[in-house]
């Protein structure tokens, strides 16, 4: 026993020894491992960062529009194959060198830990990136990857011949096109005040309503932006004896975000601000039936603001000024007219020039608006001036601007056909005969025996634009001109007393004959027709300029007013809607669908801001089109029952994003 128990000494010393040796190895695959990770980790951030830099100058540069964007130096530095970021100096304009720059500030760069790393670039415009699959081209207007790479060195891998690793990362990111999938936007918040007819007459914080009955059938699916939710809630009430514009709401009221015993029936989800119950997020009233039933959105973000922020106002579609055409007694009862800047006038002068009256043009008859249209004669009145313009024959989308709005329809049988083109109506004089003397700048009317018809004509679609004059600016009032009116409205004494004293005034589409009707079709930017300008605009039918909002919008689209986006700050002031000379304090901007009888088929979409006011109305009638509604509020009226279908355009909008 003693002889065996002297022979077995030292034999744990050498199993330790062989265990440490075992340990030591795996000591150094942990550090190897965890150092690889780390490096890995912040390879990638600078990838990341890199492409996000490289991409938002081109978007920033481009104004958020996709089809502003070019393989040029003032807009996009293209490189089809990987370049190294030491090929780009400081001092460089070049996108991708904002890329390089951050790529360095999270510790990456071309040569830098003593040569051990490199980062190179790649970027093109209207191809797929090639590291990125499952992506249709037509969704990325400009791509950017961005591969980071760092030699480092091993311990445990060194014993085995190895003595450094390498680690890369890689990241793509893009200028994307994103498709809007919902029917409706409803973008009123708490302390917005949607009305029509005078004070106590609107609700706050309701962008959707009911005020009798109703149904609304919707192939996507519905957004709420408001948190009211039947509770007691600043905003969320009728705004009583005050105006519009005051934000000086009570507590008390106890409106919902959707509101009235209508039922909804959509084919996506039913968000709303804050959740879909409680005290916290909008709900909707519970007299209504709403399938699917209401989710709980997030408190805020991009789903919850203005669905055209990051895109300017689509600009005029002539960027020079276009010949005036004035139009004898406001009425055009025949012929086939040009794309001109139209106005009204009764009277001229001593040289033959007409005197503008401010008046609204009446389509009566059978008229054709076409590129090759003219100018009506009237006797030796000198109407038409072509002085310092140009003009748009044979333009495959030119603009017809009408300096007073425009009335279709009256006494008699009324055709009015309409080329493919963009229609402006630039605000309507003050009439007492309607609700706070604010009168359609479109107004689509029949008188119940005559029939009224609207037909669109042409793959490129018509744009209509709802706006008035130029704002008078001041330094506490940015100046909200509509992109390029200006040029027109300069341009011509008699267009500048034309439209003094005009403000925009509503639109309203009304058939009362069976036999009427008004077919419409947004723009198509896949026609080829659409200027370079305008292509970001597919689909829009109807647009309503945002400076004939109560809310305070910046020129791209986002609200002039810090999150949580509500109150007194994000409202403008009487200073400033006296400034912008188109906002009535009790009158929201508005438009209104009257589906009474006849037939209305329009295909695009919809968009007003913040504010403004959607009305369908129509007892017991269906309206059924391809439509997709952005507006501050959707009401409806008489039991109407509305089918939404997806637009043939649905809209779309730029987003930077990382693809990869």
Not at 19 to 48: E, H, Y
Request: proline fraction near 6%; glycine fraction near 14%.
């Amino acid at each position: 026993m003693n002889i065996r128990r002297k022979t077995s000494h030292g034999q744990a010393l050498v199993m330790i020894t062989l265990a440490l040796l075992a340990m030591t190895g795996m000591m150094g695959l942990a550090v190897d491992l965890g150092w690889s990770f780390f490096v890995k980790k912040q390879a990638q951030a600078a990838a990341d960062g890199a492409a996000l830099a490289a991409v938002q100058e081109v978007s920033k540069r481009a104004g958020g529009m996709a089809s502003a964007i070019n393989c040029s130096a003032a807009s996009a530095d293209c490189q089809t194959n990987p370049v190294a970021c030491s090929s780009y100096s400081a001092g460089s304009t070049s996108n991708l060198y904002n890329g390089c720059l951050y790529a360095m500030i999270d510790g990456f760069k071309a040569g830098g830990q003593a040569g051990r790393q490199n980062v190179t670039i790649q970027s093109n415009v209207g191809t797929l990136p090639p590291t990125v699959a499952g992506i249709s081209a037509t969704n990325v207007a400009y791509w950017v990857t961005v591969r980071t790479v760092q030699t480092i060195p091993q311990l445990f891998s060194a014993v085995l011949g190895n003595p450094t690793g390498l680690v890369a990362a890689r990241a793509t990111a893009a200028v994307a096109i994103e498709t809007l999938p919902n029917s409706v936007y409803g973008l009123d918040r708490e302390g917005d005040c949607g009305d029509h007819g005078g004070p106590g007459t609107g609700a706050c914080g309701v962008p959707l309503q009911f005020n009798a009955g109703g149904r609304i059938t919707a192939a996507g699916g519905l957004v709420l932006d408001s948190l009211c939710n039947g509770t007691s809630r600043v905003g969320c009430s009728n705004f009583g004896s005050g105006s519009v514009s005051s934000a000086n709401q009570t507590a008390s009221g106890n409106n919902y975000a959707g509101m009235g015993s209508g039922t909804v029936t959509a084919g996506g989800p039913i968000q709303i601000r804050g959740g879909a119950g409680g005290t916290a997020g909008g709900k909707v009233d519970p007299s209504g039936t709403y399938t699917p039933a209401p989710t709980p959105g997030p408190s805020d973000g991009s789903l919850y603001q203005d669905q055209t922020k990051g895109m300017p106002q689509p600009p005029l579609a002539a960027s020079a000024p276009v010949p005036t055409c004035g139009i004898k007694n406001g009425t055009v009862t025949s012929g086939t007219l040009g794309p001109f800047n139209y106005y009204s006038y009764s009277s001229v002068n001593g040289s033959r020039k007409p005197v503008p009256d401010g008046g609204t043009i009446t389509v009566t008859g059978t008229v054709t608006f076409s590129s090759n249209g003219t100018c009506p004669t009237y006797g030796t009145d000198i109407n038409y001036n072509a002085t310092g313009a140009t003009a748009q024959t044979g333009a495959a989308f030119p603009a017809y601007i009408f300096h007073g709005g425009l009335i279709v329809g009256g006494n008699g049988n009324t055709s009015l056909t309409l080329g493919q083109g963009q229609y402006v109506m630039d605000g309507r004089a003050p009439d007492s005969n309607w609700v706070n003397s604010v009168a359609p700048v479109l107004d689509v009317i029949d008188n119940g025996s005559g029939r009224t018809s609207i037909t669109g004509t042409g793959s490129g679609g018509q744009m209509f634009i709802f706006t008035a004059p130029q704002s008078s600016a001041s330094a506490a009032t940015p100046n909200y001109s509509y992109p390029g009116l200006n040029t027109q409205i300069s341009a011509f004494p008699e267009i500048q007393t034309a439209t003094a004293g005009l403000d925009l005034g509503k639109f309203e589409i009304e058939t009362t004959n069976s036999s009427s009707s008004v077919i419409l079709s947004g723009a198509n930017q896949a026609s080829g027709a659409l200027p370079a300008t305008l292509k970001a605009y597919d689909g829009i039918l109807f647009w309503q300029d945002r400076r004939n909002s109560l809310m305070k919008y910046n020129p791209d689209g986002s609200y002039n007013c810090v999150g949580p986006f509500t109150g007194v700050s994000c409202m403008k002031t009487s200073a400033q809607q006296t400034a912008d000379l188109m906002i009535d304090s009790f009158e929201s901007p508005e438009q209104e669908i009257d589906a009474l009888t006849g037939t209305i088929t329009l295909d695009g979409v919809i968009y007003q801001p913040r504010g403004g006011l959607m009305e369908i109305q129509g007892p017991g009638a269906t309206f059924s089109s391809k439509i997709q509604l952005i507006s501050g509020a959707v009401i409806l009226e008489d039991n109407v029952n509305v089918n939404l279908t997806i637009p043939t355009h649905p809209f779309k909008r730029t987003v930077v994003a990382l693809i990869e």
